[in-house]
C-alpha cells in the first residue's frame, strides 16, 4: 500500500501556483520524498526529491516539513500542459540497491485557463 | 537513445497466445524496472533488476510472468498463456543508482 495520503483532484489557474500537498506520517529515517506526474496515455515523468532540505529545480519546488511528516509540491507557474496526475512517493535510496516505486492514486490536477 | 524506448507500443494477442515485451533502457543505468497501469488502475510494480543482484520478482502477479535482462541493457518482459485480465498497460523505467526512473511510453496490451 503507498505509504502517502494526497487530495483526490485540484484545480489551479493558469499562470497561478500550484501548490500539491502530500502527507507521509509514516515516513522513515531513510526514506526520500519523490515526485511524479503522469499526463494522459504517457508514462510517468520524474519532477523533483528530497530527503529533509528544501529542493527546486527547473520544473517545481519541493517543500518538507520539518518533522518530514508532509511535504508540497510547487508548480510556480502552471500552464495548460501541467494538467496532470501526480503522485507523491517515499521510497527508500541506499547504496545496497533502490526500492520500486509504490504509487498510490495521486492528485489529477487541472489547469484551467 | 536519449530515452527509455519499449516495444511495440501496442500488441493485441488472442487469449493463450505467449508475449514478448522489450525495454531498451538509457545507456549506463544500472536500474531497470517493470510496471503495469491497468484501464482506471493505478501503476503496480512487477519486477527489479539492479546490477548484476538477483532480480526482485516479488510484484509478479503469477508465473505466467518473468522477465530477463541480457548483458545489464535490454530487458524483455514475457508473459505466458496471456488472458484478459493481462490487458494492461506495461511500463519501463531505468535509472541510476540515486535518481528518478525514467519512464518509457509503454507498450499496450490488449488480449482478446
Known amino acids: 500500500d503507498a505509504k502517502t495520503t494526497q487530495p483526490t483532484s485540484m484545480d489551479c489557474a493558469e499562470g497561478r501556483a500550484a501548490n500539491l500537498p502530500c502527507n507521509h506520517s509514516?515516513?522513515?529515517?531513510?526514506?526520500?520524498v519523490y515526485w511524479y506526474r503522469q499526463i494522459h496515455s504517457q508514462g510517468p515523468q520524474y519532477i523533483i526529491h528530497g530527503l529533509k532540505n528544501n529542493e527546486t529545480n527547473e520544473m517545481a519546488s519541493l517543500i518538507i516539513t520539518e518533522d518530514r511528516k508532509s511535504s508540497t509540491l510547487i508548480l510556480p507557474h502552471a500552464t495548460l500542459r501541467d494538467t496532470a496526475v501526480y503522485y507523491c512517493?517515499?521510497?527508500?535510496?541506499?547504496?545496497?540497491?533502490?526500492?520500486?516505486?509504490?504509487f498510490g492514486k495521486g492528485t489529477r490536477l487541472s489547469v484551467i485557463a | 537513445g536519449a530515452g527509455v524506448s519499449q516495444s511495440p507500443s501496442n500488441k493485441v494477442t488472442e487469449k493463450g497466445k505467449d508475449v514478448e515485451l522489450r525495454c531498451d533502457p538509457i545507456?549506463?543505468?544500472?536500474?531497470l524496472y517493470w510496471y503495469r497501469q491497468s484501464l482506471g488502475q493505478g501503476l503496480e510494480f512487477l519486477i527489479y533488476?539492479?546490477?548484476?543482484?538477483?532480480?526482485?520478482k516479488s510484484g509478479l502477479p503469477s508465473d505466467r510472468f518473468s522477465a530477463e535482462r541480457t548483458g545489464g541493457s535490454v530487458s524483455t518482459l514475457t508473459i505466458q498463456r496471456t488472458q484478459q485480465e493481462d490487458s494492461a498497460v506495461y511500463l519501463c523505467?531505468?535509472?541510476?543508482?540515486?535518481?528518478?526512473?525514467?519512464f518509457g511510453q509503454g507498450t499496450r496490451l490488449t488480449v482478446v
Open positions: 523505467a531505468s535509472s541510476l543508482h540515486w535518481t528518478g526512473h525514467f
Open positions: 533488476f539492479q546490477g548484476n543482484s538477483a532480480p526482485d
Open positions: 545507456s549506463g543505468h544500472t536500474a
Open positions: 509514516t515516513i522513515s529515517g531513510n526514506e526520500y
Open positions: 512517493i517515499v521510497r527508500v535510496v541506499g547504496f545496497s540497491g533502490n526500492t520500486p516505486l509504490v
